[in-house]
């Protein structure tokens, strides 16, 4: 697909520009439906939320209408926070079993009395739109195609509107999650760039950021990345969405990054929100047809996505 550099909002002369998130991911929805379209039946979808944290279910409530604005079967099984593990593990076989569900998220993160990594490994492979089964977390880092987390596969979108070739890119992560950080540097290795992982124990943090060309941070830490720490015209990609209290019960989202600051100093930069959020949704879509066509045996030719 070719893309158009809408998406890309230019300010002023001086400062970075801002990626339209909402936009881009706009592009992906359609460039889904389409493919979906040509598949022998409507893609479906099913999550599995467990509990009645806020957070979640405004994100879940937002990945349902989104896919069925797009025409997909979205079904959300809910269950209560103390519902424990052996009734997450039969929501999971229930989706399993059905042949109109093609993929499965189960939201987290879930309570501390089910263990996460054993809830993945129960997901269908390749209904793991979500990416975080083991099998599909190996063909990552091994490079064959598999289904890949809808997060980081969000950001490559937006790092490849501005920068197709990575090759010798000096990239840094900050963060190294199962479901962003870690993916995030596979990905970007595998694009051959430079890959660099930071976290909490990292030392000299600021100092290997203002190396990196592509900066992506996702730690959930409201404003750590400040403007001394960005290269002067680095891509710049928040993940990170921190609920703080803004007065009278609200709540303002805020990212990892000093973004009045960092849009001084950066090249591109994603706003939060506005940002990697909606790509997200975007690339669950994706992934859902994705694992739909391999379901119907319309698998495109696979890609490796390393050499
Ligand atoms: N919680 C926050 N982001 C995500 C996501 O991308 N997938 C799942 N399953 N849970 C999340």
Redesign the pocket.
């Given at each position: 697909m070719s893309r158009g550099s809408g998406w890309i909002v230019q300010t002023g002369e001086m400062s970075a520009t801002i990626v339209d998130g909402r936009k881009l991911a706009n592009e992906v929805v359609l460039e889904a439906m389409e493919r979906a379209s040509t598949l022998g039946r409507r893609p479906g979808l099913g999550v599995v939320i467990v509990g009645n944290d806020p957070?979640?279910q405004i994100?879940v409530r937002g990945k349902q209408k989104r896919a069925q604005e797009a025409g997909f079967l979205a079904e959300v099984m809910e269950l209560p926070a103390d519902a424990g593990e052996a009734r997450v593990h039969e929501a999971v076989e229930a989706f399993n079993a059905r042949e109109d569900i093609d993929g499965i998220?189960?939201?987290?993160?879930l309570p501390e009395d089910v263990n996460t990594l054993r809830i993945m490994a129960a997901i269908d492979p390749e209904k793991d739109v979500?990416g975080?089964h083991t099998l599909n977390a190996g063909r990552l880092v091994q490079g064959s195609d598999g289904l890949i987390?809808?997060?980081p596969l969000g950001c490559m979108t937006i790092i490849h509107s501005v920068m197709p070739d990575l090759t010798g890119v000096h990239a840094v992560v900050i963060g190294n999650s199962n479901?962003?950080g870690k993916p995030m540097a596979s990905l970007l290795l595998a694009e051959r760039a430079t890959v660099v992982q930071t976290h909490i124990h990292t030392r000299n943090i600021e100092a290997i950021c203002r190396e990196a060309d592509v900066l992506v941070t996702a730690v959930g830490k409201p404003g750590l990345v400040r403007g001394s720490w960005i290269k002067p015209g680095a891509i710049v990609i928040d993940v990170g969405t921190t609920r703080v209290p803004v007065g009278d019960g609200r709540y303002r989202v805020r990212g990892d990054v000093a973004f009045e600051e960092a849009v001084e100093i950066a090249g591109t930069i994603t706003p939060v929100p506005g940002g990697v959020g909606p790509m997200?949704i975007a690339c669950?879509l994706s992934n859902t047809v994705k694992a739909s066509a391999r379901r119907q045996g319309m698998q495109r030719k696979a890609r490796v996505v390393a050499d």
């Open positions: 957070a979640s994100y998220l189960v939201q987290l993160p979500d975080l987390p809808c997060t479901i962003v997200t669950l």
